[in-house]
């Protein structure tokens, strides 16, 4: 089993940063790739960004390409979402997500995809 943990959620004024983490902990020698997801109150849940473990290569959201950046720290299994120049619609409960596989894996958007899930944290943006 995979636990994943993130911190980092709060207030913040439209226009702001703000910079969320998540740390891997259990059996973590098989993660493949590890990203986020975001819901808004009364919307469905929503991809964000994915980095794959090995490698390093991103994918992102068209809207918040340009303003999040996902990067990691394979030392640490813990994944960050820097959100720079946040706006209102960026409120939601923001979702850690990895995928564990020992073989390639078509990165995908999709929410089944993905094997463990964090608690969730929210991220609140004010006008």
């Known amino acids: 089993q995979v636990q994943l943990v993130e911190s980092g959620g709060g207030s913040v004024q439209a226009g702001g940063p703000l910079r969320l983490s998540c740390a891997a902990s259990?059996?973590?020698?098989?993660?493949?790739?590890m990203g986020w997801f975001r819901q808004a109150p009364g919307k469905e849940r929503e991809f964000v960004a994915v980095?794959?473990?090995?490698?390093?290569?991103?994918y992102y959201a068209d809207s918040v390409k340009g303003r999040f950046t996902i990067s990691k720290d394979t030392a640490k299994n813990t994944v960050y979402l820097q959100m720079n120049s946040l706006k209102p619609e960026a409120t939601a409960v923001y979702y850690c997500?990895?995928?564990?596989?020992?073989?390639?894996?078509?990165?995908?958007?999709?929410?089944?995809?993905?094997?463990?899930w964090g608690q969730g944290t929210q991220v609140t943006v004010s006008s």
């Open positions: 980095i794959r473990w090995s490698g390093g290569s991103t």
């Open positions: 259990g059996r973590i020698f098989s993660i493949y790739n």
């Open positions: 997500v990895g995928k564990m596989s020992l073989h390639a894996v078509v990165i995908t958007p999709a929410a089944s995809a993905y094997d463990y």
